[in-house]
Each structure stands twice: as C-alpha cells, then as structure tokens.
C-alpha cells in the first residue's frame, strides 16, 4: 500500500491538533485548578467559524477578522483553547481589585487569564515539535466564543489554526 502525503494531511492535522490539547489539558495552572476547556473544529464547524469572523470583522470595522478568516479556510482543522471563570480566592490584585470580593463578574480573574496563556504556549509548542505551521488568533478565538464552541461560560477564548502545506498561510497575511 502507498499512502501518499497529501492524501494523509487532513487526518494528520487533526491528529496533531488532538495531541495539542493534551498538552494544554496537562499544562500548569496558576493555582493547581483546572479551569481549561479545549476542542478542535474541523469541516462545516472551520467554515461557520471562518464565517463568524467575517461577520465581526464587518461589524467591528476590523478588515484583519476577514484576512485570519482567510488563514482559518487554508488551514486543515482549529484548535480551541480558553477558560471557565473561576475566583481562585487569592486576593492578589492581578485583576486590578484589591480582593476577589471587589473585582467585579465582568472583569476576569488574571490567574484564569495566564492559565489560558500556558495552554496555549504548551499547544503550540507541541504543535512545533510536529513541523507544523500555526498562529495563536484572537479574532477566532473571539467568533468561537461568541459561537460557544467551547461551553457555556467559557471566556478568554483563543484559537489555533493548524496547516499542514508546503508554504504557512500564516507568513505572508498581508
């Protein structure tokens, strides 16, 4: 049997992408409390997502939601990665409140903030480990949050794009 590259690239991504998750499921968290959610979106899932981004982009007036839309279309599958919001009760001031009691529910907790942080770099970097091409994007990360891919009450969304090609749709996104 011969099984050729190209034939192979899909299933490739997704399985890359699915070990990503690992590692930002086993990465540290600030506290020893995990409060990450991670999925990865393929097929009809890649194009609403992609679509959702055009659609902010129009409303936020920001043109580079339709170019990271473009990036997400070329790319095999979209690893997703956020938070639950969760007061970890340490009183440290990260947020900009003094205490816990007095940040209010809209403002997220900075210890949740740099949990998402370490998902995402432990991600990539078994992404790295895999030669393939990835960016962190925050306007997918935003359309999934918006779309609830990740859950109900799950915020701080980002997301990456995975590309298995012989040039990275993420280098040259002018």
């Given at each position: 049997?011969?099984?050729?590259?190209?034939?192979?690239?899909?299933?490739?991504?997704?399985?890359?992408?699915?070990?990503?998750?690992?590692?930002a499921?086993?990465?540290?968290?600030?506290?020893?409390?995990?409060?990450v959610?991670?999925?990865?979106?393929?097929?009809?899932?890649?194009?609403?997502?992609?679509?959702?981004?055009?659609?902010?982009?129009?409303?936020?007036?920001?043109?580079?939601?339709?170019?990271?839309?473009?990036?997400?279309?070329?790319?095999?599958?979209?690893?997703?990665?956020?938070?639950?919001?969760?007061?970890?009760?340490?009183?440290?001031?990260?947020?900009?409140?003094?205490?816990?009691?007095?940040?209010p529910?809209?403002?997220?907790?900075?210890?949740?903030?740099?949990?998402?942080?370490?998902?995402?770099?432990?991600?990539?970097?078994?992404?790295?480990?895999?030669?393939?091409?990835?960016?962190?994007?925050?306007?997918?990360?935003?359309?999934?949050?918006?779309?609830?891919?990740?859950?109900?009450?799950?915020?701080?969304?980002?997301?990456?794009?995975?590309?298995?090609?012989?040039?990275?749709?993420?280098?040259?996104?002018?």
């Amino acid at each position: 049997m011969v099984y050729n590259e190209r034939d192979l690239r899909d299933a490739q991504a997704l399985d890359i992408a699915q070990k990503m998750l690992v590692a930002a499921r086993t990465a540290p968290k600030g506290k020893g409390i995990d409060v990450v959610e991670c999925a990865v979106v393929d097929g009809e899932e890649k194009e609403a997502l992609a679509q959702a981004m055009e659609a902010i982009g129009e409303e936020r007036g920001h043109q580079f939601f339709q170019r990271d839309a473009g990036c997400v279309r070329k790319s095999q599958c979209v690893a997703l990665i956020g938070t639950r919001t969760k007061l970890q009760g340490l009183n440290c001031g990260y947020c900009g409140f003094a205490t816990c009691g007095e940040k209010p529910a809209q403002a997220p907790c900075e210890i949740n903030a740099v949990d998402v942080g370490i998902a995402l770099g432990a991600a990539v970097s078994r992404a790295q480990a895999f030669g393939v091409d990835t960016r962190i994007m925050f306007s997918a990360g935003q359309a999934a949050w918006k779309m609830g891919l990740l859950g109900e009450g799950v915020g701080q969304v980002y997301a990456i794009p995975v590309s298995i090609s012989s040039k990275s749709p993420f280098f040259d996104r002018s």
